[in-house]
């Protein structure tokens, strides 16, 4: 069963994705009607069914002979309606990517600007693609304009930068074809909610557990060496709060001048709780569980809560071997755990 299957079927999860199935089969009705009534109206049946919808060269650009010509610019009146009609379809289309990106990314990575910019990308994009594509000059006027103007924001995770590449594609289909944009926005949120709830790629515990082993030793390996201060102070200190730095100052002192008071509590021959709080319990177990048969004499399980935020906090009891280090045993934890760790203390 996979690792989702329980967020999955609470309360918020099961509301967006009904939420987005109900909003696709009312814009695809909404759709369906649009493509039968809006030639109906006057001026529109042959610059908006045909360049829009239709996805082809128009009509009067086929009439002439002209294999991918451009079509013949409309009055302002109507390319006002086009440029209005692309916006909305944008905006419509990408509001289930929005819902499916805050489900998705609740609790790694989530954005706020990504969500907005969701929603604004494709609505710029649609409507200048609409109006660029009856110019040429207009479009290589574009083409300069974007090559001059860079983007100085950076997006933390590859996935966020997948969303705002739809966002983009969107807008163009949007201005060009609209069928088109829906079947681009419909597949790839089944393909996201899909990814999600199988939780697809995620390696086995046993193979995690091999891996948290790994790492640990090369850490171990890594403190024998010069460049170890040089790394923590690069890869840990620097991101650190003044409160945790001071802490970890005081740690060191007391390590360096042998006193071992603040650790008599997690000493071997006595019993330590080990609490652990992280986002995936079951995922923490199968890489740390297994390996703490090496470390420790003795251990079990005091108890698991979880808070109204989906953080697990786990008890352990365990008895360390004369050999370990409680900051050993610390070190596993927060390998096994990864990016869900919140907080493990050993006391």
Known sequence: MPSRTPGFFDGTATKVVLKVLVYYAVLIGFGVFALRELPRF???????TEPMFG??????????????????????ATLAVMVSMAMVAAILLSLPVAWVYQLTRAKRGYQQSVVQLLIILPLVVSGIVVLVKFSLALAFSLAGIVAAVRFRNTLDDSKDAVYVFLATGLGLAAAVDIQVATAISIVFNITVLALWYT?????????????AAQRLQRAKELARTGTFVAQIDSEVLRNMSKDQLEGVAERAWRRAHDDSSGDSKGSAGKEARLRVKTRDAEKMRGAFDPLLDDYVKEWRIGGVTIDEDGVHTIDYFVELKKKTEPDELLSLVRTACGSDLVEATLN
């Open 42 to 48: 006057p001026g529109l049946s042959t610059y908006v």
């Open 199 to 211: 939780d697809f790629g995620h390696s086995a515990a046993a193979l995690e557990g091999r891996i």
């Open 55 to 76: 996805g082809g060269v128009p009509a009067p650009a086929v009439a002439q002979g002209v294999p991918g010509a451009l079509a013949t610019s409309p009055d302002q």
